[in-house]
C-alpha cells in the first residue's frame, strides 16, 4: 500500500465504511432494481424494451470481438436476449449479481460518434423504477451496452466486475464512466474488499485502462480458461482491485478522468 496520506474526510468515510464491513456485507444491500447517474451515461436496470437493442449489440462483431467466448452463431435474437435478462434478474434476485443497463441521453452522444447511429435506436424519455425511487432520462436515450457486478460472495466480500461496450463508444469515456460507477458501488454500498476484472491478452485497450488508468497490474494469467470451439481455448488476464487501493488512489484518480472528458 502507498505511503500517501488520505485527507481526512476520505479517511473518515473509508474507515467507517470498512467498520461496517467488519460484520460482513447485508444481502439487502443488494438491490433488486439498481440505477446510478453520472455526467455522460445513466446506469438502469435490464428491461422488455431493451431486448431489441440488446441483441443487436450481443451479435455485433466489432463490440464482442473479446468476448468471442460468449458470442453465437448467427447472433443473438430479441428471445435470446429475453432469456439472459431474465436469467440474470433470477441471480440478482438471489443477490448474485447487480445488472446494470448502460444508456445514454441522445444530447450527450459525442458528435464523432452521432453519424453513425440510426434513428430506430433511440427510446423515448421514461421514468426507470428502482429501489430507492426512480431515474427520470427526460429526452430520447441509446442502450450502449451493460455492466454490473458478477459473482458476488458476501461471505469473502469479493466479487467480479464486467462491461460490454457498443464499439462505436469505445475511446469516448464511456467505459471509464460506467465502471467508476459500478466499482463505486460495490465499494461504498456493499463494502466489498476485493473486486476483479477478467480480459483477454489481444484486448489491448482494457488491458491499458487497468494498468494505466486503474493504477493496477495483471494479477495472474489464467491458461485455456476460456473456450471458444473448434478445441481452441485463450487465456483470461485476470486484475483486482482492493477497497484500500479504491479509497487511497483508485476513486480519485478515475474521477479525475471523468473530468478531463
Same mark, same amino acid.
Given at each position: ?56 449489440? @450481443?451479435?455485433?462483431? +466489432? ?5 468471442? =467466448? ?7 435474437? *430479441?428471445?435470446?436476449? $429475453? ?9 440478482? /434476485? ?20 452521432? /453519424? ?8 423515448? $424519455?421514461?421514468?426507470?423504477? #428502482?429501489?430507492? !425511487?426512480?431515474?427520470?432520462?427526460? +429526452? ?8 454490473? @457486478? ?10 467480479? $466486475? ?6 462505436? =463508444? ?9 465502471? &467508476?460507477?459500478? @466499482? *463505486? ?15 483477454? +491478452? ?13 493504477? #493496477? ?9 476460456? &473456450?471458444? !470451439?473448434?478445441?481452441? &481455448? ?5 486484475? $483486482?482491485? =482492493?477497497? /484500500?487501493?479504491? &479509497?487511497?488512489?483508485? +476513486? ?10
Amino acid at each position: 500500500m502507498s505511503s500517501r496520506r488520505l485527507s481526512t474526510t476520505t479517511a473518515l468515510r473509508r474507515n467507517s465504511v470498512l467498520d461496517n464491513s467488519k460484520k460482513g456485507c447485508d444481502p439487502d444491500l443488494v438491490p433488486e432494481r439498481a440505477g446510478s447517474t453520472g455526467s455522460l451515461v445513466t446506469l438502469i436496470p435490464p428491461v422488455k424494451d431493451q431486448d431489441v437493442a440488446m441483441s443487436r449489440l @450481443l451479435s455485433d462483431l +466489432e463490440t464482442m470481438k473479446h468476448l468471442m =467466448f460468449m458470442t453465437r452463431v448467427g447472433g443473438y435474437t *430479441k428471445k435470446d436476449a $429475453a432469456a439472459r435478462r431474465t436469467g440474470r434478474d433470477e441471480r440478482q /434476485h438471489a443477490k448474485e449479481l447487480v445488472n446494470y443497463t448502460i444508456v445514454i441521453k441522445k444530447s450527450l452522444i459525442p458528435r464523432s460518434v452521432l /453519424h453513425n447511429i440510426g434513428d430506430d435506436e433511440f427510446m423515448p $424519455a421514461c421514468k426507470v423504477p #428502482v429501489d430507492n !425511487g426512480h431515474i427520470e432520462i427526460d +429526452e430520447p436515450y441509446m442502450v450502449i451496452g451493460c455492466c454490473g @457486478l458478477n459473482n458476488i460472495d458476501l461471505a469473502n466480500r469479493c466479487s467480479e $466486475a464486467g462491461i460490454i461496450l457498443d464499439a462505436r =463508444f469505445w475511446r469516448t469515456g464511456v467505459s471509464t464512466e460506467a465502471l &467508476y460507477l459500478t @466499482l *463505486k458501488f460495490g465499494f461504498e454500498t456493499l463494502c466489498l474488499h476485493r473486486i476483479s476484472l477478467h480480459t483477454t +491478452e489481444g484486448n489491448l485497450g482494457m488491458r491499458g485502462w487497468m494498468e494505466k488508468a486503474v493504477g #493496477v497490474e495483471v494479477e495472474c494469467i489464467r491458461k485455456d480458461v476460456l &473456450y471458444l !470451439g473448434n478445441d481452441k &481455448y485463450i487465456d483470461s488476464w485476470d486484475y $483486482a482491485v =482492493f477497497d /484500500h487501493d479504491w &479509497y487511497l488512489s483508485v +476513486e480519485k484518480n478515475l474521477q479525475a478522468r471523468i473530468a478531463k472528458r
